[in-house]
């Protein structure tokens, strides 16, 4: 079955710090990723996502993510970080099918100290 | 804007009173989902309609029933809520059928059971 792992259930960085949330995914094929971001309170937001190609992508408000296969894993980086940015973070694993079903990491949740 | 509308954004009910929760799209996406997010904890998907076909998932509760009248809406009725269903409840949607789309979320409807 397909599961996702992010070992951090807390992170604090300072203002303009880097970032590197963590994402281990267990999948049997090629896996579709995603990273979302939910403020408190509100859905979620994606933020990026990985069908194929090349192994690092870009999303939006300056994230990126690496997918590394031999890892299995898909962690979402920041070079500086800015105090909006705190909030709750959630890597997905796309199972397929027509449905598009996502299973969802526990999350992570960024504090960010000035 | 295209979007994923639910109401109420707040929702109290009594404890085995009947509750409907409301989501509406406007980017005529074919899949809609209904997730249950408990606090702290990552969205659980509950069941989801491809069109007009209607999928459960197998550990969602009979308390938990879906309708969809049509492609913008899906309603999601809680029979007898108990204190255990206190979440926050999220709709999203996707299009199926071409390449692999990623899910776009309602902001999310708070439910409190008294």
């Known amino acids: 079955a397909q599961s996702v792992t992010q070992p951090d259930i807390h992170i604090t960085v300072s203002e303009g710090a880097s970032l590197e949330l963590r994402c281990n995914y267990s999948?049997?094929?090629?896996?579709?990723l995603f990273w979302y971001v939910q403020s408190p309170g509100q859905g979620l937001q994606l933020l990026l996502k990985?069908?194929?190609?090349?192994?690092l992508v870009q999303g939006i408000k300056g994230f990126e993510a690496e997918f590394k296969r031999s890892q299995s894993s898909f962690n979402l980086r920041k070079p500086s970080v800015h105090w909006s940015d705190a909030a709750e973070y959630f890597c997905?694993?796309?199972?397929?099918?027509?449905?598009?079903?996502?299973?969802f990491g526990a999350g992570t949740i960024l504090r960010v100290k000035s | 804007d295209a979007m994923v509308i639910q109401n109420p954004r707040y929702q109290v009910t009594q404890f085995g009173k009947p509750v409907t929760l409301s989501c509406s799209q406007t980017?005529?996406?074919?899949?809609m989902y209904w997730y249950q997010q408990k606090s702290s904890q990552a969205p659980k998907l509950l069941f989801h309609?491809?069109?007009?076909?209607?999928?459960n998932e197998a550990d969602t509760p009979d308390n938990f029933q879906s309708r969809r009248p049509n492609t913008s809406f899906c309603f999601l009725d809680i029979r007898s809520p108990g204190l255990g269903d206190a979440a926050m409840y999220l709709c999203?949607?996707?299009?199926?059928?071409?390449?692999?789309?990623?899910?776009?979320f309602g902001p999310g409807t708070r439910l409190t059971v008294l």
């Open positions: 999203a949607t996707s299009r199926a059928g071409v390449s692999y789309n990623e899910q776009f």
């Open positions: 999948y049997g094929a090629t896996p579709y």
């Open positions: 990985y069908f194929s190609g090349d192994t």
């Open positions: 997905a694993v796309g199972r397929g099918g027509y449905g598009n079903k996502l299973v």
């Open positions: 980017l005529n996406h074919n899949v």
């Open positions: 309609y491809y069109d007009k076909d209607f999928n």
